[in-house]
């Protein structure tokens, strides 16, 4: 049986590596279309039709044919549509719609553009990278206190909040942050990464593209 779900993305995205991650800790399996955002794909009129935004991920839905964006809200989607990782209660849900909104207002700018800038592909001024450094640093720091005592940012189990942050604190160590001292958010991402169907961006976004 072909799978239900289309993932566009590229290797390099830790947006798209979300998306993959929710889908695999759900036990969904999805094809993959790789998208060359060099060659500008992602601004294509058949991407486009896709994703008004152009830029990956996007998450075809075959069973309904919807073509969804923004990785949060794909993860809330896929939480409504397996029932999985949306949190046990309203307030729970509510809980992790707030972290993920927090993720990309605090976290997200401060590790994905220093991680750019570190891999040559978006190069940053030294006052903007130190801007960077020191945002990320109180926002780990945020982080840290909010996990003590916690095994998940919500409720007593995985939820899309942590997917979405893990996603970008994944990414930390390539974009210069030094995750030593922060033991709560070490505790957590080996309780994640010791989740059924947990996989590595390696292992979750190919270079090319795959049938499930
Ligand atoms: N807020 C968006 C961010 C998506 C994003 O930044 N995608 C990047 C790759 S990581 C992209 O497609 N860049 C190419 C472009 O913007 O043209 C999400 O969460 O999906």
Same mark, same amino acid.
């Given at each position: 049986m072909s799978a239900r779900y289309t993932l566009h993305g590229i290797f390099l995205s830790g947006p798209s590596y979300t998306v993959a991650l929710a889908l695999s800790l759900a036990g969904e399996p999805f094809d993959y279309v790789h998208v060359n955002l060099r060659a500008g794909e992602q601004k294509s009129p058949e991407f486009l039709a896709k994703n008004r935004f152009g830029q990956v991920p996007c998450l075809t839905d075959?069973?309904?044919?919807r073509n969804l964006c923004q990785s949060a809200a794909i993860l809330e989607y896929i939480a409504d549509k397996t029932?999985?990782?949306? $949190?046990?209660?309203l307030e729970e849900r509510i809980a992790a719609r707030e972290w993920m909104f927090w993720c990309w207002d605090k976290l997200v700018a401060p590790i994905y553009r220093s991680r750019m800038a570190k891999l040559g592909l978006r190069p940053l001024d030294e006052a903007t990278l130190a801007m960077y450094a020191a945002d990320g640093a109180a926002a780990l720091g945020f982080l840290d206190k909010s996990l003590?005592?916690?095994?998940?940012?919500?409720?007593?189990g995985a939820t899309i909040a942590d997917i979405d942050l893990y996603g970008v604190v994944h990414y930390a160590g390539e974009a $210069?942050?030094?995750?030593?001292?922060y033991g709560n958010i070490n505790a957590w991402v080996a309780r994640v990464r010791s989740l059924p169907g947990f996989g590595e961006p390696a292992q979750l976004l190919p270079a090319e593209s795959r049938a499930a």
């Open positions: 075959k069973a309904n044919g029932g999985k990782l949306g $949190g046990a209660t003590a005592g916690r095994d998940w940012l919500v409720g007593e $210069g942050f030094d995750l030593s001292p």
